[in-house]
């Protein structure tokens, strides 16, 4: 089969709508809030030349809820919103965990907390990562750092949650959101990942019929607590599986950034100007949040490297470092709260500084 | 012709957990019959609430989901857009419908989805311990209304119904109450006529129920279902509010 | 010409005693039993089975699918 490679140059919130289309998501609701309205803007028309539906939700607990209603109905669903919205959505996405569905929510975080302002941030990784909805329960969480890893992790997501039947958030930023870079895919790309959904409620023809429910309260093997240990079991196995980390020049490096998203790629910029005045700087850039790769860090740490986290929040994501290299000495903090964006000069700073 | 009458085979030989003289119990068979009429069981997926009702999926021989307080009617969005020949409705009390869920009821009417909501009216909150509701009518006791419903303070009793009716995107909608063998073969009735609506393409439908709820009402089953007679109907005229061709 | 027999099967462990069947039913052939189910609760007993038509409006009124109409074997 001939590939036919389409290129073009994209927008961040675009190029995660094209790649939920292309892995067979036929099913979008959303509601408009700045830095996403792009996607949801891009899905109303792309979604009807796909024959698929957008809803236009009355808010964003209905958006959630509808996507609910697609993925127990056994479809690929997907909605999107910044962080006041995704707060809104918690309630959905425990739900959604309790009662193993699979979904993907996208979030283009912006300055928080309240209605903060629309510049990009970082400061939902506690809520991503963390829980952020009610109830032991884990979102896997996909951190892309470009246009076109938005697309490509969005695409990955539906074959994860799928896999897993566990909802899958792309954690995104409002700068990778709306700015615009190339995007590459092959245009004959077909959805991965499909598999037989037996759980999915589509009428009881020929079966037993079934019911969908997060809500436990029989005892024994019915009970809530069984449940919670089986859904602890599935975390430890994509823990086991999942975790996707970018080592860039860590090998021999002393000194290590560790970030994710736009971070991550001022992270690299500063690792290539310090290597080129003979500094020995890496960085890990984190692809996964849920899992995190505590295991990678802790083994740069052995090694006795230091580290330096940059985070655009108060630290969040830090703090999961430290959990990791369990050496406080050894990790530095860096970042920029409502909107700011982390400068290469501080952080070159920092890193010199620290000896 | 035959004159027996058993259980009908949409809902499962169980005993439910409902109180002596729940309206819940009702509706669930009715809801069955009509399933069973129609020939639908097999094609049917259905939407339980939070409430006393919770627990539907329990008693249902057909295809049911959960929904969070509220949402139920964008559950069944997302459900009749993925699956458009199926029978899907939903199963709601008044604070699901008309408190918590009052957007997603009125915008899944204004879109006009073509599902059914079967909307069970006893004016209070039975599941945690009878609490005023929306549809609590001035003057009665609840939980949180001790002095009684009044309305500078705790409001009107809200007709979301008549509310639902301007909708242009709404087709049918029908109040019946559950108080004699004839006002439940009437509200067998609308339901099926809801369902068979649904199965003709004929868009959004709301079927709202008078229900009795002895326990938090304080009543006796027969005293309930005369309350609902003498003083809720008088708030809650039943009848067809809307039905377009 | 064999005319069919009905008869009213009352599932005493399916009612609750609401007595809805029994202010239902026209000709007063239901009431409340002194006994009581296997969840403490009393149940409904034909108690005038001559009085019976089985037309059914029991039936109707029932929350729990207790009654049955059934053919007489």
């Known amino acids: 089969m001939r590939r036919s490679k389409i290129k073009y140059l994209s927008t961040g919130n675009e190029a995660c709508g094209e790649g939920a289309l292309r892995a067979g998501c036929r099913f979008y609701a959303g509601y408009p809030i700045t830095p996403q309205n792009e996607l949801t803007a891009y899905m109303s028309r792309r979604m009807e030349e796909e024959n698929g539906t957008f809803i236009q939700a009355e808010s964003e607990l209905a958006a959630i809820n509808m996507v609910f209603g697609a993925s127990v109905a056994g479809a690929r669903a997907m909605t999107s919103s910044s962080s006041p919205g995704i707060s809104l959505k918690q309630e959905g996405i425990s739900y959604i965990a309790g009662a193993e569905l ?135 196995n994509i823990e086991r599986s999942e975790i996707k980390t970018e080592l860039y020049k860590t090998d021999d490096a002393a000194k290590i950034i560790v970030a994710y998203g736009s971070p991550g790629r001022i992270g690299r910029s500063c690792v290539d100007t310090m290597r080129d005045d003979g500094d020995a700087i890496g960085l890990v850039r984190l692809k996964t949040l849920w899992p995190f790769p505590y295991a990678e860090i802790r083994k740069l740490a052995e090694r006795g490297c230091e580290f330096l986290v940059v985070e655009m929040s108060a630290g969040q994501m830090v703090e999961d470092v430290r959990l990791a290299v369990q050496d406080d000495n050894k990790v530095s903090f860096y970042g920029r709260m409502g909107g700011g964006i982390p400068e290469e000069e501080v952080i070159i700073k920092k890193l010199k500084n620290r000896g | 012709m035959g004159k027996t009458y058993t259980r009908p085979n949409s809902m499962k030989d169980v005993l439910t957990h409902y109180c002596p003289g729940c309206g819940h119990g009702m509706v669930h068979r009715i809801i069955c019959e009509v399933i069973d009429e129609l020939d639908v069981r097999e094609t049917t997926i259905a939407v339980a609430p939070v409430g006393c009702a919770v627990l539907a999926y329990d008693y249902w021989n057909f295809d049911t989901t959960e929904a969070a307080h509220g949402r139920t009617p964008a559950v069944a969005t997302g459900i009749k857009r993925i699956h458009p020949d199926k029978l899907v409705f939903t199963y709601q009390g008044d604070g699901d419908l008309a408190a918590i869920g009052t957007a997603e ?59 639902m009716a301007v909708l242009p995107g709404v087709t049918y909608l029908e109040r019946t109450m559950l108080t004699s063998p004839k006002e439940v073969i009437k509200t067998k009735k609308a339901i099926k006529r809801s369902f068979k609506r649904q199965l003709d393409k004929k868009g959004f439908s709301m079927v709202e129920i008078l229900s009795p709820c002895p326990t938090y009402w304080g009543l006796s089953p027969l005293e309930s279902i005369k309350r609902i007679e003498n003083e809720v109907v008088a708030t809650y005229p039943v009848g067809v509010i809307k039905e377009d061709k | 010409m064999g005319k069919k027999k009905y008869k009213l099967k009352i599932d005493r462990e399916r009612c609750k005693g609401c007595l809805f069947c029994a202010e239902a039913c026209p000709l007063k052939a239901l009431s409340i039993s002194d006994d009581v189910n296997g969840r403490g609760l009393k149940y409904v007993v034909l108690s005038s089975p001559e009085k019976c038509t089985k037309c059914g409006l029991c039936v109707v009124m029932c929350p729990d699918c207790a009654i049955e109409i059934v053919e007489e074997e």
Do not use: C
């Open chain 1, 102 to 236: 699979p979904a993907v929510i996208v979030n283009i975080m912006r300055g928080g907390p309240g209605l903060g302002n629309i510049a990009a941030s970082q400061s939902d990784y506690f809520q991503a990562t963390k829980g952020g909805g009610h109830g032991d329960y884990r979102s896997i969480v996909l951190a892309p750092a470009t246009v076109q890893e938005m697309f490509d992790f969005t695409y990955d997501a539906f074959s994860l949650a799928d896999k897993y039947r566990n909802p899958v958030m792309i954690l995104a930023d409002g700068m990778l959101g709306q700015m615009m870079e190339p995007l590459a895919f092959d245009d004959n790309i077909k959805p991965s990942g499909i598999i037989p959904k037996p759980w999915a409620l589509t009428g009881a023809e020929g079966r037993e019929p079934l019911s969908a429910k997060s809500l436990r309260l029989g005892s024994g093997k019915n009970s809530l607590e069984r449940h919670n240990e089986w859904l602890q079991e599935k975390y430890k």
């Open chain 2, 105 to 163: 009821t009125i915008h899944a009417g204004n879109r006009g989805e073509n599902i059914s909501i079967i909307f069970v009216n006893n004016g209070v909150y039975g599941m945690t311990g009878g609490q005023m509701a929306p549809t609590t009518i001035l003057g009665q006791i609840t939980a949180t209304s001790p002095y009684s419903r009044r309305s500078e303070k705790e409001g009107f009793p809200l007709k979301i119904m008549e509310m």
